[in-house]
C-alpha cells in the first residue's frame, strides 16, 4: 500500500478536474462517486472513472464508491471487478459491519491494494475494532461528517472528540492506519493547521483534503518532522548501544513500549 499522509478529494463527476488533482502534489487522490456526484449522474461518472483509470497512475489513486446498500455502490463495485484497471485503494463509506468489507473484499479480491472503510455512524463505531481487523482492510477514515449529523453537532474538533478517541483505539487495536476528516473551513489556514496538529497528536495518521490548498498545511502537521526522525534515530542508537536495556536518555526514560514508538516513527520516514 501507498504510505500518504494526505489525500485530496476530487469529484467523479468532474473528470477534467482528475489530472490537475493528480499533479497536485497530494500523496494520492480519490476520485469521489458518491457525496460528490448528484443521483442522476451516477452512471456517466463511473463510465468516467473507469475510463480514467487507464491512464491515471495507480499507485496514487482511489476511488470512493457509493454505500453497499444502494444500487449505486453495488454497481461501483461490480463494474470495478470487472474492469481490466482498478485503482490502489477503493474507500467504502458508511461501514456499519465488517460483513460490508467482506462483500467487497470477496467481489475485488486482491486485486486492489486495500479497502479503506469510512466509519460515519455510531453503529459503525460500535463496531469499529471488528471492521478494522476485516481481511483487505488497509486504513480506516472517520467520517465526521455524517458522524456530526448524527449526533446534532457541528463538524468541529470538541463535539468529535470522545468518537474521534474510540475510532483510534480501534484502529490501533488492529495496526491499522487512520486516516481524518477533511477541514471544510477552507478559508481556514490556521484552523485546518491546528486540527490536523490536533489530529496526529490524537494518533492519526493521514487527513484527508478538499481543495489542493490544503496540502501544504496537511503535510507539515502530520508528516515528521526533520527534528522528530533525528531524535527518534539517535534515541535508538543510544537504546541498541545498551543492550535493549531501559536507559535514562536526554533526561528521558527510554524502555520498550517508548522504543516501539521511535521505532514506527522512523519506519514511516
Not at 497536485?24 to 468516467?48: F, M, T, Y
Not at 449505486?72 to 477503493?90: N, T, W, Y
Not at 481556514?188 to 495518521?205: C, I, M, P, V, Y
Request: with cysteine; charged share 25%; proline share 4%.
Amino acid at each position: 500500500m501507498t504510505r500518504f499522509t494526505n489525500f485530496l478529494f476530487v469529484p467523479a463527476n468532474h473528470p477534467e478536474r482528475y489530472e490537475k488533482a493528480a499533479s497536485s502534489g497530494a500523496d494520492l487522490i480519490c476520485i469521489d462517486l458518491e457525496d460528490s456526484v448528484p443521483a442522476d449522474q451516477k452512471d456517466s461518472a463511473r463510465d468516467d472513472v473507469l475510463k480514467a483509470l487507464t491512464t491515471l497512475e495507480r499507485t496514487k489513486t482511489a476511488v470512493r464508491i457509493n454505500g453497499l446498500k444502494t444500487r449505486a455502490g453495488l454497481s461501483d463495485l461490480l463494474a470495478l471487478a470487472a474492469s481490466d484497471h482498478v485503482p490502489s485503494m477503493v474507500f467504502l463509506p458508511m461501514i456499519e459491519s465488517a460483513a460490508e468489507v467482506g462483500i467487497a473484499q470477496a467481489i475485488l479480491g486482491d486485486r486492489v491494494d486495500g479497502l479503506v472503510p469510512l466509519i460515519e455512524t455510531v453503529k459503525g463505531l460500535r463496531a469499529g475494532d471488528e471492521i478494522a481487523s476485516s481481511k483487505g482492510v488497509a486504513a480506516m477514515m472517520f467520517g465526521g461528517g455524517d458522524f456530526s449529523a448524527e449526533l446534532g453537532t457541528k463538524l468541529e474538533w470538541e463535539p468529535l472528540l470522545a468518537a474521534r478517541s474510540a475510532f483510534i483505539m480501534c484502529c490501533a487495536s488492529a495496526q491499522t492506519m487512520a486516516i481524518d476528516v477533511p477541514y471544510i473551513d477552507m478559508s481556514n489556514q490556521d484552523g485546518l493547521a491546528e486540527e490536523s496538529r490536533r489530529a496526529k497528536t490524537l494518533g492519526f495518521h493521514a487527513k484527508a483534503a478538499i481543495h489542493p490548498k490544503q496540502l501544504a498545511a496537511i503535510q507539515s502537521a502530520m508528516r515528521p518532522s526533520d527534528a522528530e526522525i533525528a531524535e527518534a534515530k539517535e534515541a535508538i542508537a543510544s537504546y541498541d548501544a545498551a543492550g535493549g536495556k531501559a536507559i535514562s536518555h536526554n533526561g528521558k526514560m527510554l524502555e520498550a513500549p517508548v522504543m516501539k514508538r521511535y521505532r514506527r516513527l522512523v519506519a514511516t520516514v
